[in-house]
């Protein structure tokens, strides 16, 4: 594990820092750190400037340090909606963007020079080193509140997982098309609901964008179905990599494995860490400081920070970071992250922002604009369900394999061949009710509502053709 500065030193720097409202040099602090040295004084402040935990003012022997004062909520939460348009003549072309903050315009301006304009920069331990779980915030109290507001679905008070199961069928496709197009993807919703309902490949498309697509299909069912592997562990963000990558990397043994060599980013001047052992080390440590943060909002957003500025596979680093944000929405009930009609420019630059500035404003605009997007999409969804049926909750893992095991078996939707498959978790006072709900279930069952089973299609077809003779 690479050496990580202790966070209570940092604590206890910034608090030295306070003491002098006026700002403070670097001679003082080395007296009150007593026996630190000046280097490694000189190497935590910069970690605690790229953090915005304390700001340098000042050059030469007038430099000194002071903590900022925190700007109000409301500089750092852009409106959810519209979408703006900048106007021709402005100084980008006309696009669509999300609302963007002081600091994320900065960014922006920033990441829009040329190549040869910015400055090359290598990874910077100390960007992750001065995160600190459940103290440091990349999103402010306030605004995690609103995030908050506006996630909650009707499943709050079921077990873990439930909302998302409910509405996997949106999910799979929404998910599935907007994190895909993020990569330049050119299939449209329409293709993509075909693909994944149907089956039906898009005349004209490339074999890679059909195969991205189902990757994304394959890994959201991987974390919905099962409530266990949706959890913040190197396995399960490994297994997604897995997913993901599956029949798109060059080399085979890359796929579901950290990288073993350097790697470089288009158009960034950015060039991530090239050791592997290193790589190895500090995804490790970023998953477990993911592990430990409270919020579920802050979790998912430290996660699209840095997955990818760690870049620990090979290729598919972004999209492994949007999928695993939906870990924490997905163990908490709340509504997914679904990226639906995000910019893609928007995207491209908020990540060079953290790539190459370690500044996260830009990338915090685009996911706030995300999550409330996503809300507004699923806010039908939710009204249409009402109360979650108590009923079908307790019994949801029994329903599920008697539905599947009867398809495959192509035994017909009758009360007698579903009482043999009763399984014996179910009380005897509930069977009746049990064995209307799985006849209701397979009298309902079609091609595209039957992944909520973990069917295939051909396997529903093939039962509902056996049915109809």
Known sequence: MPKLTPPQDLDRLVQLVAQHPEGVGVELLTAAMGGTPRRTLQRRLAALVQARRVDLVGLGRAACYVVPSAPPVSSLTPAFLPLPVHEPGADYPTEAYVPTSPEGEAIKTYVRQPRHLRKPVGYQQQFLEAYQPN???????????????LGQSPAAQTPAGTFARDILNRLLIDL?????????????????????????????????????????????????????????????????????????????????HLRQRAVGIGGSVYLPLASPQGVQDLF???????AEIEDPFEQAFFLMVHLPYLQPFEDVNKRVSRLAANIPFIRHNLCPLSFIDVPQQAYVDAMLGVYELNRVELLRDVFVWAYGRSCQQYVAVQQNMGKPDVFRVRYRRALGEVVATMVRAMEPATDEDVRRR???????????????????ELRALHVGNAVRFGLRPLEVEGWLEKMKR
């Open 422 to 440: 009763i399984p014996a978790e179910v009380a005897q006072a509930d069977r009746a009710g049990f064995t209307a709900l799985v006849l209701l």
């Open 135 to 149: 103290v440091t915030a990349y999103l402010p109290t306030g605004l995690r509140a609103q995030l908050h507001t």
């Open 284 to 290: 490790g440590f970023v998953v477990e400081m993911a």
């Open 176 to 256: 599935s098309w907007a994190s895909s197009r993020l990569e330049g993807n050119t299939y449209s919703r329409l293709d993509t609901e075909r693909l994944i309902a149907q089956g039906q490949v898009a005349d004209g498309k490339d074999a890679l964008e059909t195969q991205m697509i189902l990757n994304h299909k394959e890994a959201i069912e991987y974390l919905v179905h099962d409530p266990e592997r949706a959890s913040l562990t190197p396995e399960t963000v490994i297994a997604l990599h897995a997913f993901l990558s599956n029949g798109l990397m060059a080399d085979p043994a890359a796929v579901g």
